[in-house]
């Protein structure tokens, strides 16, 4: 029995239903839980947090900052190859967000009249790091290298008590990146502590990063108390391909995406009822082999499909309907196909452009729109570390030229002290 199904147009509606039900918006009992443990942090500070590490954790934590000591001493341990390799993706992807920076600017719009926009950067920023199977130093470089570049001041870290030590990387990941300030706190009483500050974790201006439900569920209750990069959903993928796509590769590109958890969604949309065939018969020969066999195949299973369509125009509409994270493109004609496309996170072109480079080094940030947001959002950069601060400069005569202009507007809105504030400048 294969993991996925094919299913044609008309179940496709059902199928995006399921998709949509995954968010952590629609869970009240989770958010009420997630709730009363920001509520708690907010009154007790580092007491509850020392508590709920004790309680989800099992640690028994004496201090919350991890030292640089401890940080060195992790990162001694992480494998020569994957410093290199980190040091590429670094590399990178600080290159490709070098391109994204904006610079203030000021024009002259009149006799008297500057007008302008300052751009500065945030001054703290917190970064989530997931500790356990979803500890991922790319995800540090993704959310560090950007907060840098924008010249951010303070960059400060909570991960759960044992991620250093089990993942030596991440270690190696944050000291490359010469971040020192890291605390010992995961979860959502993590996030409530960097949004709150406590008397030893620094209150933040903006907290970016992945993680689980929890963490996910206190983004989105405590957003307005601190800037967040997004409510992350559960990842997910589209590809659009025709007969010029091989089954192997499309099939494995699927499931690396599966393997991400249990609700993450793959999705394949063809014209051709061989080439669906064929990686569904791919998909269970790959599993067999695959080390987190059993989250792949419930992902395909709850969350996954082939989908028939007759042209790619009928493709592009679903694309643009589920509005994914990801979309692959192996079309005879990727461009034409990708002219069509909407709503995507991160669109890749042909057979040699797996989602996978830009997980990992590509450039590109690989932080990005989930659960339908691409439609209204975008990936993180440089500008989600920066604030911009309008100028307005106005000479007596400049701005005496203009004021009946105010007053009237400010009038015909009820607001009579505007209209004042405007007219009281032109009394002799």
Known sequence: MSAIRIIGRRRVVDFLARLLARSVAFDSNLLAQVGA???????????????????????????LRISEESLRRSA???????????????????????????????ICSGDGVRLGQRITPLERVGLYVPGGTAAYPSSIVMNVVPAQVAQVERIVVATPPRTLAENPAVAAALLELNVREIYAVGGAQGIAALAFGTDTIPRVDKITGPGNKYVAAAKKLLFGVVGIDAVAGPSEIVIVADETARADFVAADLLAQAEHGEDASAVLITTQPALAEQVSEELMRQLESLPR?????????????????????????????????????????????????????????????????????????????????ARFSSALGVYDFVKRTSLLRYSSSAFQGVSESIAVLAECEGLGAHARSATIRNEK
Not at 81 to 100: D, S, W
Not at 327 to 338: L, R
Request: negative net charge.
């Open 293 to 373: 066999r059993e989250i792949a195949w419930s992902s395909l299973e709850n969350y996954g499909a082939i989908v028939l369509v007759d042209d790619v125009d009928e493709a592009c509409e679903i694309v643009n309907e589920i509005a994914p994270e990801h979309v692959e493109i192996v079309t005879s004609d990727d461009d034409a196909v990708a002219a069509k496309i909407k709503h995507a996170g991160a669109i890749f072109f042909g057979s040699y452009s797996p989602e996978a480079a830009g997980d990992y080094l590509a450039g590109p940030n690989h932080v990005l729109p989930t659960g339908r947001t």
């Open 76 to 106: 001694a341990k992480a494998d020569s190859k994957v410093l290199e390799a980190l040091r590429l993706a670094i590399k990178n992807v600080r290159t490709f967000h070098e391109r994204q920076v904006e610079r203030s600017w000021e």
């Open 37 to 63: 443990i920001i509520e708690d942090v907010r009154q007790r500070g580092d007491e509850a947090l020392i508590d709920y590490t004790r309680q989800f954790d099992g640690v028994e934590l004496s201090e």
